[in-house]
């Protein structure tokens, strides 16, 4: 049995559940009901400590779609939902481990130590493998499901892609043309209308921003709207906020 050991200052909080749609609801007792009968919970009822389930889309998969400008673009589809619970207060009162367990890159580092840099990288919890020919990315491929094999570690085939030429990694497209942008973040981007508030400047500063390296000139453009999120000044979206916001799309859609 896993233990959470908490700092004796904090009280226990026992936080309302939110409301879920019928929907969602029905798939959070079909998940619970799936732990349930795997044995990796198990229902108690005298718990000082009560967190709420939140729901969130899941992104499986792939589809190409046709944006505005009639290209194919890769775009990762969201059919299915996560069930995760708020553990944000229980967090806050857990005593911390002198030798806490490592994170899962570290994990994915150590299992393929003998092989980053020479067929594959490792970011978070994505790993990427490649190589220089078909039959080289292949024999690669081999040695690292070799590996996961040995370690039991389980991979989900729906966001597995095999053999391809191109794809969408940590946001960015890479080829044998090098690292492009995502096109389908870029038309999202391209699509927003003015920001109505601090708030949504500063969102679509960092969604652009992301890119920034691609657009050029980008910090001198966005210096302009920068000064809205300054606490001292009024928020009014004028005629030069909107012409630095439409430059800023103008030369996002040139990426």
Request: charged share 25%.
């Amino acid at each position: 049995m896993h233990r959470i050991l908490l700092e004796d200052e904090f009280r226990p909080v026992r936080q309302p559940q939110r409301r879920l749609n019928p929907t969602i609801l029905d798939m959070v007792k079909k998940e619970v009901t799936k732990l349930l009968a795997a044995g990796i919970i198990y229902p108690i009822f005298d718990s000082k400590w009560v967190s709420p389930v939140q729901v969130v889309p899941k992104k499986t998969g792939m589809t190409v779609v046709r944006n505005q400008d009639v290209e194919l673009v890769p775009t990762r589809v969201q059919n299915s939902w996560r069930v995760c619970v708020d553990y944000r207060r229980l967090n806050q009162a857990t005593r911390k481990d002198h030798f806490p367990l490592p994170f899962i890159d570290q994990v994915l580092e150590n299992i393929f130590s003998d092989l980053l840099e020479s067929c594959m990288e490792v970011f978070m919890d994505d790993f990427t493998v490649y190589g220089s020919s078909f039959d080289a990315c292949l024999e690669s491929l081999s040695r690292v499901l070799d590996k996961c094999i040995q370690t039991n570690l389980v991979l989900n085939f729906e966001k597995c892609h095999f053999m391809v030429t191109h794809g969408i990694v940590l946001g960015h497209l890479v080829s044998s043309r090098g690292i492009e942008v995502d096109k389908a973040k870029i038309d999202i981007i391209a699509s927003l209308p003015y920001p109505a508030s601090v708030r949504e400047v500063r969102s679509f500063l960092g969604h652009a921003g992301f890119y920034r390296r691609f657009i050029q000139d980008f910090s001198k453009i966005a210096l302009s709207l920068s000064k809205l999120l300054q606490k001292e000044v009024e928020f009014i979206f004028d005629q030069p906020y909107q012409l630095a916001f439409k430059e800023s799309l103008r030369l996002i859609r040139l990426r």
